[in-house]
């Protein structure tokens, strides 16, 4: 009845620019079309919950490496409620920094819960320091 049913292209393409918009206010506006309010974001540096510590996440990587854009590659595979998709973060002076996928787990109402990053290549230095604790 009420409720609002998000496409899976959409929220891709809005998912792209969450992350790879600076401006707050516009940043939050797209987070609340795409994430739940209690998204949870795994990944090799941790687990962030809420769109807010994501929006931090990627403003401190901005502050230590500089403008990048997350880049789509390739169509998303979709299974019921979960979303692999495949992309690339691509710097400012076209360096490519790291690839992985992002196994997205969606919402009644077809936003983001929760995300799962792994890193198919890794930053330079990145996989010979988190190796550390592997054992």
Known sequence: ???????????????????????????????????????????????????????GFRDEFVAHMGEATLMHHGEPDRLTDRVRLRWEIVLADGTSFAAGTDVLVLAGDGRISSVTAFLDRAPEGFADHHDEHDG
């Open 1 to 55: 009845m009420g409720t609002r049913t998000i496409t899976t292209d959409t929220l891709l393409h809005d998912y792209a620019r969450f992350w790879n918009t600076a401006d707050l206010a516009e940043r939050s506006r797209i987070a609340a079309g795409v994430f739940s309010e209690d998204v949870d974001y795994h990944a090799a540096v941790g687990v962030l919950i809420g769109a807010q510590a994501l929006g």
